[in-house]
Structure formats: C-alpha cells, structure tokens
C-alpha cells in the first residue's frame, strides 16, 4: 500500500498536539518521566532492580540514574540495599510511600485525560489504544535500523579549523 503523505503529516500534526497536552499534563506533577520510570522499575522488580539495569531499561546515562535514585531515597520513595552479588553496586527497592506516589501519579494521569474520552465506547478506546502501541512499536523498530546521520565536523561552519 503507498502511503499517502498528506494523511502522514495529519496523523503527524495531530500526535504532536495530543504529546503537547500530555506534556501540560503531567508539567504539574510531583514526579517526572524519569522517576516514575525508576519507581516502575523498582516496583516490577521487586527488590533486584540495579541502577545499570535502570539505565540500560530507561536509556539514560548512569550519573543520571544515580541522581535521580539519590532524590527519590531522600523523599522515601525508594529504598536502597547493598547488592549481595556485587559488593560495588545496590538493590532498589519500591517503598510504601513509593507505591501511593505511583497510585496518585496515575490518578491524577485518569482525572486529567479521562474527560477527553468520557463519550467514547470501550470498543473504540481499546482499538485506538491498540493502533496507538502498534504505531509506537513501529516508528521504534524504523528508528533502531535507520542509519544515523551525523554531520561531518568538517561541514560545521561556525567551527574555525
């Protein structure tokens, strides 16, 4: 099927639309991608979670990932054990505190976003949601084998050589 670039560039216009409410939506709360990335993990893990696992899970740099695990032990939502495999490294662990924090964060998620499609039928949601995860796995699978395009430095004109 040849795909027809203005319905591309529709379909384009309106996610970059629906990233920006999301991106208003959740501006306001208390935890960031990053965290709740960390605390999901944490939570899913069950004790076993390793901040290089988190990095490599989360795609961030390791300095990164330590930072953000030293500010959720300092707010309680995380715990932190010594690794009993490897003396050099820690367990994190999801706490209770953790746990609500998470649950609010998604309540707060659903009280936001949950008007938009309050008159939809169920059938419709899970259809555009599935749709949504195939467009998503898609554009990523594209993305890992499209070739990288770096600019030679050679070809960057403001750099004296």
Not at 10 to 25: I, N
Not at 100 to 109: E, M, S
Request: net charge negative.
């Amino acid at each position: 099927m040849e795909v027809n670039s203005s319905v591309v560039l529709q379909l384009m216009a309106a996610l970059r639309e629906c990233a920006r409410h999301v991106q208003r939506g959740v501006a306001d709360q208390p935890l960031d991608e990053v965290d709740v990335g960390l605390l999901t993990l944490a939570g899913a893990e069950k004790g076993t979670l390793k901040p290089s696992q988190a990095a490599a899970e989360l795609e961030m740099a390791f300095p990164s990932i330590t930072r953000h695990v030293r500010a959720l032990q300092d707010k309680g939502l995380i715990t932190i054990a010594p690794d009993t495999d490897d003396g050099r490294s820690y367990a994190i662990t999801l706490s209770k505190a953790g746990e609500q924090a998470l649950r609010a964060y998604g309540d707060n998620l659903l009280a936001r976003f949950s008007p938009a499609v309050a008159d939809w039928q169920p059938a419709e949601l899970a259809t555009l949601t599935a749709q949504v995860i195939r467009l998503a796995e898609a554009m990523s699978s594209a993305q890992s084998t499209a070739p990288t395009r770096r600019t030679p430095t050679s070809a960057i004109w403001w750099r004296e050589t």
